[in-house]
């Protein structure tokens, strides 16, 4: 993960855009499709705490009239490098999106120059679709120094973004380049439904098949503001005990070795109120699943649509005494819940295969007839799997896990003695993240059931999970297994982290 790597990743990115250059051509000879896709994309939700219990209507409407995914991850566990991911279906060393930041290349000039030509709208636009984006898109976006609210990112026809991240009132809006500001009034501002508004507008005045419309919803993102409806839901709903909560991650890397455990009555406290308004700010998104697919059936469409539900990355509540965020590199943080319905997929299957954000771009192309090997994507259509599509039924047994992690170049005002670099701290000086916690992973699922990791910290630190015997990732083996399975495990790493295109699928 040095720079001299970076320097090939680098290099890999512009001979892939090269390529594609030459490909783009020929795209559109595909066959076509009057197939519409829907995607909503949810804010740091994660399926190993629980947190698709609230979703009832959508495990009705979309799990059980097609197919759950009960392997589904994310590259990446933070919402920039992971909705970054999905967008240009790249692993974060090739589309280079390190952090929340513009200097990380969040949404950044950079990003818009040599990477927003190449995401999933840009294609489906070019195959004739119409294109609806309404929601939360990079946590940089609206900001003047990428552009303003006038940035319209390439390939969306009708364009509705949220400036910065995530919020449920107080917000601006770009609306097709133009700001529009939001107060706090319930029935006239409130985010999530906004958007079920919106959407509902545009599938009534605006759609023509066939159109893409993507739904990114703030929850259950913090504030963790709720409908007022949905208040007092789950007012006795507890984070789940058990598993790895509360437990210290003493052999572990430093930054969760230094988490106060126990946790402090003030620190549960804090993340049992947090986890019951996650699931509060839910409610409303099962809302507007119900309310969408609803239009859609009204208005003959449902049959030729595509649905796909999922989140940019996972979160914790107190796992390894991590009070709350994502970053980290264990299950809870990089799972994300994956439902799909649609022509052709079978109701009510559960399916066990390996799914990352990065497929679904890929999927998308695949599903309107684009070749994703003219495109420099990194991900893998799973759209054969859904419909039984024969030709092509091979699929990968492992993938890589990257994070870049996020620090202050000075010292934390509350928590002085640990020096510089590090970010996101409790008041009790548990920190969730620091420049150090930079790491790459192989997470192998099939015949094996294992996470290797390397660290980028003083140390070179290295964990190993075997998920197998130990699926809540309590012992890091590192010191007992087979040397030369790390052996093997490293030099996987090694060829992930310098794959293009077919070479991350093979
Ligand atoms: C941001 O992206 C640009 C162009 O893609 C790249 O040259 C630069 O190194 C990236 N920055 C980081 C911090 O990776
Ligand atoms: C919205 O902003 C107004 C004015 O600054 C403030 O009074 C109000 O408390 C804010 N509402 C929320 C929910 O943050
Ligand atoms: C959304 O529409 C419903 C009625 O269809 C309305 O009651 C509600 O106030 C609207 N909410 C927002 C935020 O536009
Ligand atoms: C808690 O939830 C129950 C069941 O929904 C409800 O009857 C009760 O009023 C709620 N209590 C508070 C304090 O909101
Ligand atoms: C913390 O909470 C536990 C269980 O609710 C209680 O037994 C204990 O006394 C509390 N500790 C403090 C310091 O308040
Ligand atoms: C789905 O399967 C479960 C059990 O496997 C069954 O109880 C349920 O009725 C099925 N639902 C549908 C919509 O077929
Ligand atoms: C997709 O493109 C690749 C690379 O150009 C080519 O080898 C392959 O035959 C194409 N597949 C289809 C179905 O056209
Ligand atoms: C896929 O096709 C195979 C063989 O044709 C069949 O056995 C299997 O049940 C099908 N699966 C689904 C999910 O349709
Ligand atoms: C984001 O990434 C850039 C480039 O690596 C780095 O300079 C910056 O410090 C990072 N920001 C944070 C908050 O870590
Ligand atoms: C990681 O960085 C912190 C400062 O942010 C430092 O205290 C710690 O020793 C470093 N750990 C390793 C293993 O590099
Ligand atoms: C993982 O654990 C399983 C179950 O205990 C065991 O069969 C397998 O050999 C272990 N794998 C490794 C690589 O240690």
């Avoid at 400036?163 to 809006?173: A, F, P």
């Avoid at 809870?332 to 109701?347: A, M, N, Q, T």
């Avoid at 996101?424 to 916690?437: G, L, M």
């Amino acid at each position: 993960m040095g720079g001299s790597k970076r320097g090939v990743a680098t290099l890999l990115a512009v001979l892939a855009a090269w390529q594609l250059a030459l490909g783009v051509a020929a795209v559109g000879e595909g066959r076509r499709s009057r197939h519409n896709i829907v995607l909503i994309l949810t804010d740091d939700q994660d399926t190993e705490i629980g947190g698709m219990t609230p979703m009832k209507k959508t495990q009705a409407l979309i799990g059980q009239l097609g197919a759950s995914f009960t392997n589904g991850f994310a590259v990446t566990p933070l919402c920039c490098p992971s909705r970054s991911s999905i967008l240009s279906g790249r692993y974060p060393h090739n589309h280079l999106v390190r952090n929340n930041s513009l200097d990380g290349n969040c949404s950044s000039p950079a990003w818009q120059q040599y990477q927003e030509p190449f995401t999933y709208p840009v294609y489906l636009q070019k195959q004739g679709y119409q294109t609806f984006y309404a929601g939360k898109y990079l946590n940089k976006y609206g900001d003047p120094k990428a552009g303003g609210v006038e940035h319209i990112p390439m390939g969306w026809t009708y364009w509705l973004a949220l400036v910065g991240n995530s919020k449920y009132y107080n917000y601006s809006l770009s609306v097709n380049g133009r700001e529009e500001q939001h107060g706090d009034h319930y029935e006239k501002d409130y985010f999530t439904d906004l958007l079920t508004n919106r959407s509902l507008e545009f599938l009534e005045k605006l759609s023509r098949p066939p159109f893409l419309m993507v739904l990114a919803p703030p929850a259950p993102h913090s504030p963790w503001t709720a409908a007022p409806r949905y208040k007092t839901a789950y007012n006795s709903t507890k984070a789940p005990r058990g598993g790895s909560f509360n437990v210290h991650g003493e052999d572990k890397h430093w930054l969760v070795r230094q988490a106060k455990s126990p946790m402090s009555n003030t620190s549960i406290n804090f993340l049992d109120k947090a986890y019951r308004q996650r699931w509060q700010t839910l409610l409303s998104v099962d809302d507007m699943v119900e309310r969408v697919l609803g239009k859609l059936e009204s208005m003959k469409l449902l049959d030729s649509t595509y649905v796909f539900y999922t989140s940019d990355n996972g979160y914790h509540t107190g796992q390894f005494s991590l009070p709350i965020d994502k970053r980290q590199l264990y299950e809870f943080d990089i799972r994300v819940p994956l439902l799909v319905r649609g022509p052709g997929i079978k109701s009510n299957q559960t399916r066990q295969e390996l799914i990352l954000n990065i497929d679904l771009g890929p999927t998308f192309l695949d599903i309107a007839g684009v070749n994703v090997s003219q495109t420099p994507m990194d991900g893998q259509s799973f759209l054969p799997l859904l419909v039984n599509r024969t030709e092509d039924c091979s699929w990968r047994s492992d993938f890589l896990v990257e994070y870049t992690g996020e620090g202050c170049s000075g010292s934390d005002p509350h928590c002085p003695s640990l020096g510089p670099g590090v970010s996101q701290c409790f008041p009790d000086c548990v920190c969730e993240d620091a420049f150090n916690n930079t790491y790459a992973c192989v997470r192998t699922l099939n015949t094996a059931n294992l996470q290797y990791c390397e660290f980028a910290d003083a140390k070179a630190f290295v964990e190993f999970y075997n998920l197998t015997s130990d699926p809540h990732q309590l012992v890091n083996v590192v010191k007992s297994v087979d040397p030369d399975l790390l052996e093997k495990m490293n030099q996987r790493l090694i060829k992930f982290q310098a794959c293009a295109g077919a070479s991350c699928r093979s």
